[in-house]
Structures are given as C-alpha cells and as structure tokens.
C-alpha cells in the first residue's frame, strides 16, 4: 500500500514537471515570437530613421508615371473653387495639368497637414510607417555600443580564443605528457606522444588566421602564431634527449623558447584592454582576460 | 524511488557540458607549493579546477593579492603551455606544469 502511494507520489510530480516544461515552453514560444515582431518593427524604424531624404524621392513616381487625372475623374472636392489658388478647370476635354508635387516628408515625425492630392500608393506611404511605435529608449539604442573595428577586434579575439581552447582540450594533459616522457625518456610511447603534441601546436598556429586579422592585432597575432610554431618545435626537440645533461640542455631551451612565447601572449591579451574590450566568461576570447575575482 | 532518482542524476550529468573540461582556465586552492632553482613557483591547485601550474616573475601577468606564496591560497587565471620547474639538477628532478599568463589571488 505505501508502495503505491510512493508510485502514485512520484507520477504526481512527473507529471507536474512536465506542465511546468510545457507552460514554460509555449512561454518561451511567445516571447521569442513578441521578440521577432518588436525586432521586426524597429528594424523598419531604424531604416526609416536612417535612410537620408533624398531616398525618400525614390517613392515618388516620375512624371511619367504618375496617371494624370482627368477632369472627369477628379474627385468632388479638386472641382470646387480654390479660394487661395488659381482656379481648377472643370470640364475642360483637355487634360489638367498634374497638381504640384507634394514634398515630401523629411522625417517620419512630420504628419500630413492636408488631404493628399497624391495618387493613392503615394498617400499610402504613411500606411508603410510601422504601426507599432517603438519606445523612447528604443529610438536612442541603434548607435552600437561597439565601433566597427572594435567590434571586428572581439569576433577576431573570440575567434583565435576559441581555436586555443579547442588545442588545448584536444592536446589533453599536457604536462602529465612531458612528465611520462621525462620519467622514460628511452619509451617509444612517450616520446611519440611528445611528437604529436609538438606537431599539434604547429598545426595550431597554422590554424591562427594571420590573414584575417584586424590591423591592430596583425602584428601580435603573427608572433603569437610564430610562438606557438617554436613551442611546438621546442616540444619536438625533446625526443630523443635520454641523458640527464641533454635533457637539461633542451628543457633550458625549451623554457626560453616559451618565455618568449608568453610575451607575445600577453602582449596580444592587452590589445583588447588597450581597445576597451571585454570577453564574457565562456566566450572565447575569455583567455585574454585577467582573472576577476 | 531512489533508482528514478538516481536515473534523472546521472541524465542530466550526461545532459549538461562539462565546463571544466577547458584546462587553460585554472582555480583552485594551493595543496602543494616548492620554489624551483629557475625562479619559477611550481604548484599543485586542488579542485574545482586543479592541476599543476607554474608562477613565473618575469611572465606571468600577476594581479591582485599577488603570487603564490602558501598552501591553501586561492589562484585563479589563465595559463598556456608547459613549462619546466628545475627541482633539482644532479640528480635531474623536474616538475612540468602549465605556465600561468595572467592570475590573481587570494589574501
């Protein structure tokens, strides 16, 4: 019996977990559909907003295009006697010349004072407005808070921390690698594993696309790339050094050759603090930043 | 009852990513510290995420409250490749850990 009612208890809950996933799915669905629209909808402002005045001549038909109105097709109210202006012909078999073109415009705050005399899909350019206005703070936003070439200084950080990050969980424990190899210098195991960890980090800095970087970061990403190029060479001279007095010889190398290296990896760090940029914990160029605590 | 929860344990174990799989990300208390003939300090981080790294003078970017100095400090930063701690020369005694590039500490 308190068997059961302990089955009973837990297919309760499970059941109750999963309303709560689907509310909090079909939730989540109509956020990320309210979302769509808003973005919808200030993008149009923002191209409105942008878009300089001459573009908006662009709406305007040429002449040519604009169908002339007939006498007999004008409305009632083009008909009637103009008080301020010259008089419309009414009735006449030759075809009235076309009214003025309106000007438009100039920015989207300014409302039609008068009717439109307009062909229709001219006067509909007010119904193209979004009808849902964004706010007021939303209007002050579109200016990024990024420059273009800040901006192309985080992706390029995000993008060389992403491919270390990527060497570095491939490569695995690094130096549990070297300590086996110091351990046993004469096995053939280890000092293939030295080998592959020496040619991954070549391979690592041929991956480091020089080319592609910002100007700021070319010359510190061209010796972080030469860096890890030595480092990987240094790996390799390694194997091999059985006797203590030339693997001493050659980790005395090693270690200068990666003092160098970390100089260069600061350097590069700093560019970003230099431009102002910061990496947020898990994104990839979260390796240059210092610890916070 | 205990086994479904067991069960649902192990599935989001499996479900949710191992964040601390990126080794260049350290921090960790001090277990072990030795000052090395290179002027190095090799140490031994404990968990969350521990290993051996080594503090250099001249590199490493050293921010608040300075280097490893004793056991049970906090470090926490980012290191780069191995390098070599030289315990001793004759007999030859090393002790490769991750160089620190950049780290801070606790008091």
Redesign the interface.
């Known amino acids: 019996m308190i068997k059961d009612n ?1 089955r009973l208890v ?1 297919i309760l809950i499970l059941a109750f977990m999963a309303v709560v996933l689907l509310s909090a799915a079909i939730l989540i669905k109509q956020m990320i559909s309210v979302t769509e629209q808003e973005s919808d909808t200030f993008s149009n402002v923002e191209v409105m907003q942008t878009r300089p005045v001459t573009k908006y001549n662009a709406f305007v038909p040429r002449e040519s295009d604009t169908p002339k109105p007939q006498a007999d097709s004008l409305p009632d109210w083009q008909q009637t006697k103009d008080t301020t202006t010259q008089v419309v012909v009414v009735n006449n078999d030759e075809p009235t010349s076309p009214p003025p073109t309106k000007s438009m415009p100039t920015t989207i705050t300014d409302e039609p004072k008068e009717q439109s005399i307009l062909p229709d899909y001219i006067s509909d350019l007010w119904s193209w407005l979004p009808t849902k206005q964004p706010s007021t703070s939303q209007e002050q936003t579109p200016t990024p808070s990024k420059t273009p070439l800040e901006l192309a200084i985080y992706d390029y950080g995000n993008e060389v921390g992403n491919t ?2 990527e060497f ?2 491939k490569a695995g ?3 549990q690698l ?2 086996n190899f ?1 351990d046993d210098r004469e096995s053939q195991q280890t000092g293939d594993a030295l080998l592959q960890l020496g040619q991954q ?1 070549i391979t690592l800095s041929e991956s480091l696309k020089v080319a592609q970087a910002p100007i700021p970061l070319v010359e510190p990403v061209t010796k972080l790339s030469e860096g890890y190029k030595k ?1 990987g060479e240094a790996t390799i001279a390694l194997v091999g050094k059985v006797s ?1 007095k030339d ?2 010889d050659e ?1 005395y190398r ?2 200068a050759t ?2 160098e ?3 260069s ?2 350097k590069f ?1 700093k560019i970003f603090k230099l431009y102002g940029i910061k990496f947020n914990k ?1 994104e990839g160029g ?8 | ?1 205990r086994k ?1 929860a067991i069960a649902i344990m192990l599935l989001l174990t499996l479900v949710v990513p191992n ?1 601390a ?5 350290f ?1 960790g208390p001090i277990n072990t510290i030795i000052g090395c003939l ?1 002027m190095v300090t090799y140490t031994v981080l404990g968990p969350p995420r521990g ?2 790294y080594l503090w ?1 003078p ?2 490493t ?1 050293t ?2 409250f300075g280097p490893p100095t004793r056991r049970g400090q906090w470090l ?3 290191a ?5 701690c ?1 315990v001793t ?4 005694d ?6 620190i ?4 500490s ?1 008091r």
């Open positions: 302990k837990f270390i990050k570095t969980l424990d690094q130096p070297i300590q110091v980090y480092v203590d693997l001493l980790i090693y270690n990666v003092d290296f970390a100089k990896y600061i760090a898990g979260d390796i240059f930043m210092p610890p916070s605590l | 009852m479904y964040t799989a990126a080794a260049i990300s921090g290179n290993g051996e250099s001249s590199i970017d921010y608040s926490l930063g980012n780069g490749p191995s390098y070599f030289l020369v004759l007999p030859l090393v002790r490769p850990g991750w160089l590039m950049m780290m801070g606790s």
